[in-house]
């Protein structure tokens, strides 16, 4: 008896916004550097047809086991050379220009990055990313590389888990909670599942589940996750360095962001260099009707940009 294949649960954000912005034409080299699920990277490979080539990377083997099995019909975690004209990688989209290298592509038309957790990640209760699954907090992109979220709180010095809190959370109650972790860590009860952050980030605000703390307790996961994966820097490495030598002249990029020091990073760096033309004078939201339909979605904000050349 053979054991099915999971079905990825997450729904693209943005499909028709990114679509429109990427204005695709057949034949065209896309890169989707978090390819996910695959959901955009569906769509794209339908426009840019067999004479197109798509390039899908991807931290995690889970999601580019999906995405494999969406555009393929044939899981693989590994990536590879699943088509002529496709290739799914696992790697990090900030080793964007090594992997082209490597494929023998000197450059792309079109890049495709969505910033968000798959809905997937988060239903996954061995890798604690969000406290509706509970689980180990383990918060990994890739499940070998770099320390786990629940080592970083045991080994961290409170300063720092309370600047982590207040940078990448935006947590106001940032001083709070890295002091009710601390303290926990002296008592011999360190925070080690996502039951266990959910419950310190509660105790140390002062209210439950469903008095507030519920939305201290989303900003310091997402804290932690962004300091886990080093997402920021990977964002910033992107924009600044990757970019720039892996675009074509007129080649357009689309990002979508979840979090406000992401946006405010790639605001910035389409502001900052000559070579981008800036095509959403200020970011894109998604519809009300697809809030309601996909309610993760209410925070995403879509930005996209022409590369003009390096000047």
Known sequence: ????????????????????????????????GTVGAGGHSSLIRKVIGDTGTLIGLDRDPMMLRLASQKLTGAPSDTGGEAAVNLHLVRSNYAE???????????????VLLDLGLSSDQLSDRQRGFGFDAGGPLDMRFHPHEGKPAAELLRTLEEQQLEEIFRTHGEEP??????GEIVRRRRMGHPVETAEDLEACVCDAVGASKNAGGRNSA???????????????????????????????????VVILTFHSLEDRIIKNAFKGHQGWQVLTKTPLEAAPAEVRLNPRCRSAKLRAAKWLGKC
């Open 96 to 110: 964007a220009a090594g992997v082209l290298q490597t494929l023998g592509i000197d450059g792309v038309d079109r």
């Open 218 to 252: 989303t900003r310091v996961f997402q804290a932690i996750r962004i300091a886990t994966n080093n997402e920021l820097q990977h964002v910033e490495r992107m924009l600044t360095d990757v970019l720039p030598g892996i675009m074509k002249p007129g080649g357009i």
């Open 1 to 32: 008896m053979t054991t099915a294949e999971p079905q990825p649960v997450h729904v693209s954000v943005m499909p028709r916004e990114v679509m429109q912005w990427l204005q695709l034409t057949s034949g065209l080299t896309v890169l989707d």
């Open 173 to 178: 109650a940032a001083s709070k909670i890295a």
